[in-house]
Nanobody, 123 residues
């Protein structure tokens, strides 16, 4: 079992930055962990992922590449998403997610979800 708790959302202006955090507990070390987002009326979409909290490869969606950075925290059970140069189209509920493989995670076949945290970017 893996338990994920998201935090760090808020309301900002275009061009501002936010950092989201995901605290994992349980048997998370072998899981790929990442972030998805869902805007109103749209499907949940992949944002970024790590193949493991122990290190490994990093993946980003084209929409956020160059602006967002995913990283593991100093404490191994934390995963952060640094979001810079935010745009109104980044407005969404952001969800931490874990899956047994990075292929599953990127395809949206998620084993565990966080509760979500709202990010609102105004122009």
């Amino acid at each position: 079992q893996v338990h994920l708790v998201d935090s760090g959302g808020g309301s900002v202006q275009a061009g501002d930055s936010l950092r989201l955090s995901c605290a994992a507990s349980g048997s998370y070390s072998s899981y790929a962990i990442g972030w998805f987002r869902q805007a109103p009326g749209q499907e949940r979409e992949f944002v970024a992922a790590l193949t493991s909290t122990l290190g490994g490869l990093i993946y980003y969606s084209d929409a956020v590449k160059g602006r967002f950075t995913i990283s593991k925290g100093n404490a191994r059970n934390w995963v952060h998403l640094q979001m810079n140069n935010l745009k109104p189209e980044d407005t969404a509920a952001y969800y931490c997610a874990a899956a047994t493989t990075i292929v599953k995670l990127k395809s949206g076949d998620i084993d565990y979800w966080g509760q979500g945290t709202q990010v609102t970017v105004s122009s």
